[in-house]
T-cell receptor, first 114, second 109 residues
């Protein structure tokens, strides 16, 4: 069964450093998403991406965050200057279309900012 | 924005028992999904069910869109069913899912 792949599975970074989280969505999917989950809390929407541009972003997705689809297969989330409160599990997801299909989530990247 | 409330917050069962998890949402939706987050943190899509009833093995789900709730039924629970069950609904634009806080299920043998 096709799956969404995320790398790395764990990343530890110093506060103030830049991190890039990587995702390979399912190949024929058109919509891509990033969500995050702070430990023990609910899953929160960050950003959705379609046709090479952001289609929606939450209030969490401030100027420190950016997304990019650098080639035909990868989808990345960059955090420019990490803060302690950025520590969370970050999930990538994709769908064939925005509505009408279930999401397929990747296994997540656990980001720890120290 | 849409509010999603799940109940109960925690559920403890003996293996073999049945359970019903509930999801209430505050506005009409055209996208509702149930997910299982296993102890390793993976989010597994169980059902895409904006309305009607679906079944997959021991799991089934029903959404009554006009009354703004959805139910997830787990029959003959197994220890592997343990984890957190999330209900998520689509926002009006169809560009994001709004998650509830989840129901934490613990099944013991």
């Amino acid at each position: 069964e096709p799956e969404v792949t995320q790398t790395p599975s764990h990343q530890v970074t110093q506060m103030g450093q830049e991190v890039i989280l990587r995702c390979v969505p399912i190949s024929n999917h058109l919509y891509f998403y990033w969500y995050r989950q702070i430990l023990g809390q609910k899953v929160e929407f960050l950003v959705s991406f379609y046709n090479n541009e952001i289609s929606e972003k939450s209030e969490i997705f401030d100027d420190q965050f950016s997304v990019e689809r650098p080639d035909g297969s990868n989808f990345t989330l960059k955090i420019r200057s990490t803060k302690l409160e950025d520590s969370a599990m970050y999930f990538c997801a994709s769908t064939p279309e925005g509505v009408g299909y279930g999401y397929t989530f990747g296994s997540g990247t656990r980001l720890t900012v120290v | 924005g849409i509010q999603v409330e799940q109940s109960p917050p925690d559920l403890i069962l003996q293996e073999g028992a049945n359970s019903t998890l509930r999801c209430n949402f505050s506005d009409s939706v055209n996208n509702l999904q149930w997910f299982h987050q296993n102890p390793w943190g993976q989010l597994i899509n169980l059902f895409y069910i904006p309305s009607g009833t679906k079944q997959n093995g021991r799991l089934s789900a029903t959404t009554v869109a006009t009354e703004r709730y959805s139910l997830l039924y787990i029959s003959s629970s197994q220890t592997t069913d343990s984890g957190v069950y999330f209900c998520a609904v689509g926002n009006q634009a169809g560009t994001a899912l709004i998650f509830g806080k989840g129901t934490t299920l613990s099944v013991s043998s």
